[in-house]
């Protein structure tokens, strides 16, 4: 079956300073990747998706994702952490055999330090 | 954004009441999803339906019962709630042939 994982479980970055958080998937063919960000105490927002194409994605507040089938990867990187990108990050694949569903990773949550 | 709303968002229940989640979505979604999410966990799936009527289990299925009557409402039933049952709950939509999925705010459901 698919899944992911996400080796850190907590990152505290600087504000200012750059941000690469981890994702390794486990699925033969191309899966289709996702990442999540989950502010405290609010809903799942997305912030992009890979399906195929070009293996550098870009989404929304600056973030992009590089998707690496040589290391089944797909980290989740933004160049200059803002204070305000401090929340729970998801990273998730699509699970052929469930309707659509996703498997998601046990999350990292990011710390942003003055 | 799909428009998803869930209600309760908020409840307290005592072991072994029956509780009945709602998840209302207007934008005509095929699919829908019931998912917990408990810390270390991340998000699992509970129970999906791909049309109405219809349903199917995901990976931590025991002790929930889901109903779909309409297109536009998936239920979540906990027949006797438990203690392991305390988490906080999401629905989540997607269109058909899409994995992109649209999250509701969650249901914090407490058993005491």
């Known amino acids: 079956a698919q899944s992911v994982t996400q080796p850190d479980i907590h990152i505290t970055v600087s504000e200012g300073a750059s941000l690469e958080l981890r994702c390794n998937y486990s699925?033969?063919?191309?899966?289709?990747l996702f990442w999540y960000v989950q502010s405290p105490g609010q809903g799942l927002q997305l912030l992009l998706k890979y399906f195929s194409g070009d293996t550098l994605v870009q989404g929304i507040k600056g973030f992009e994702a590089e998707f690496k089938r040589s290391q089944s990867s797909f980290n989740l990187r933004k160049p200059s952490v803002h204070w305000s990108d401090a929340a729970e990050y998801f990273c998730a694949v699509g699970a052929s055999n469930s309707g659509y569903a996703l498997n998601f990773g046990k999350g990292t949550s990011l710390l942003v330090t003055p | 954004d799909a428009g998803i709303t869930q209600s309760p968002r908020h409840k307290v229940t005592e072991t072994g009441t029956p509780v009945t989640l709602r998840c209302h979505q207007t934008e005509n979604h095929r699919y829908m999803y019931w998912y917990r999410q408990d810390p270390g966990h991340g998000l699992r799936l509970i129970h999906y339906?791909?049309?109405?009527?219809?349903?199917d289990k995901g990976e931590v299925s025991d002790g929930y019962s889901v109903s779909r009557s309409k297109t536009e409402d998936f239920l979540l039933t906990l027949e006797s709630a438990t203690s392991s049952q305390t988490s906080v709950y999401f629905c989540?939509?997607?269109?058909?042939?899409?994995?992109?999925?649209?999250f509701g705010p969650g249901t914090r459901l407490t058993v005491t």
């Open positions: 989540a939509t997607t269109p058909s042939g899409s994995y992109e999925q649209y």
């Open positions: 339906s791909y049309g109405v009527k219809d349903t």
């Open positions: 699925y033969g063919a191309t899966p289709y």
